[in-house]
């Protein structure tokens, strides 16, 4: 399985920006890049997914690196319901099936 | 839509007890993951299912966990015998198949605790 590196926790005040980082250096041309998170005492949820180009959506802003060995999930102002688990996965296929393989994420602590 | 549905919620049972998980997933999804969630780490998967049939259960401990999913709908999770090391979060979540560029679908785990 392809790997992931993530800082196992981060902090960050309420109403900030913040950054989570992601190296993924043995990543393929065909995978996509997936981030989800978990709230306490809840299943994990889908945030946001890209292969190449930056993407957008309600929740986040992804920034995949040119040479795609590492991203950057920016959580443009933090709230304390922001305060998770944050997985980043490498959505591969292996036998024609696609795998969801989680690592150990990073912890995000968000301060008032 | 609906989502993930798992019961129960929480389960106390004795070591060498058995135990069975229940997932409802989205309806259309044919991929279904089954996962273990230790406190403190991230899930495991467990088992993969592509409709009713198995494409990855590697990480499967086939000797205690079964797990069927008839009619490529619902699915089941045992253990049987029960250790104290299978206290855990079991997740299930459904997927679209054959697309790496969807998301999967998580439901809210079911807490077990072997004493």
């Known amino acids: 399985d392809a790997k992931t590196t993530q800082p196992n926790s981060m902090e960050s005040n309420e109403e900030e920006p913040v950054h989570l980082p992601c190296n993924h250096s043995?990543?393929?041309?065909?995978?996509?890049i997936h981030w989800y998170r978990q709230l306490p005492s809840q299943g994990p949820e889908y945030v946001i997914h890209?292969?190449?180009s930056n993407v957008n959506n309600r929740m986040a802003s992804l920034a995949i690196a040119e040479d795609r060995k590492s991203s950057t999930l920016i959580l443009h102002r933090a709230t304390l319901r922001d305060a998770a688990v944050y997985y980043c996965?490498?959505?591969?296929?292996?036998?024609?099936?696609?795998?969801?393989?989680f690592g150990t994420g990073t912890r995000l602590l968000v301060s008032p | 839509e609906a989502g993930v549905a798992q019961s129960p919620r929480y389960k106390i049972i004795e070591k060498r007890q058995s135990v069975a998980f229940w997932c409802n997933p989205i309806?259309?999804?044919?991929?279904l993951y089954w996962y273990q969630q230790i406190l403190g780490q991230g899930p495991k998967l467990l088992i993969q299912?592509?409709?009713?049939?198995?494409?990855?259960d590697s990480q499967l401990p086939k000797d205690r966990f079964s797990a069927e999913r008839l009619k490529g709908v619902d699915s089941t999770l045992k253990i049987q015998p029960a250790k104290l090391e299978d206290s855990a979060v079991y997740l299930c979540?459904?997927?679209?198949?054959?697309?790496?560029?969807?998301?999967?679908?998580f439901g809210q785990g079911t807490r077990l605790t072997v004493v």
């Open positions: 979540a459904s997927s679209q198949p054959f697309q790496r560029n969807t998301e999967a679908f």
């Open positions: 043995t990543i393929s041309g065909t995978d996509y």
């Open positions: 890209g292969l190449t």
């Open positions: 996965i490498l959505r591969e296929t292996d036998t024609g099936f696609q795998k969801l393989v």
């Open positions: 309806s259309g999804h044919a991929t």
């Open positions: 299912f592509q409709n009713n049939g198995v494409v990855d």
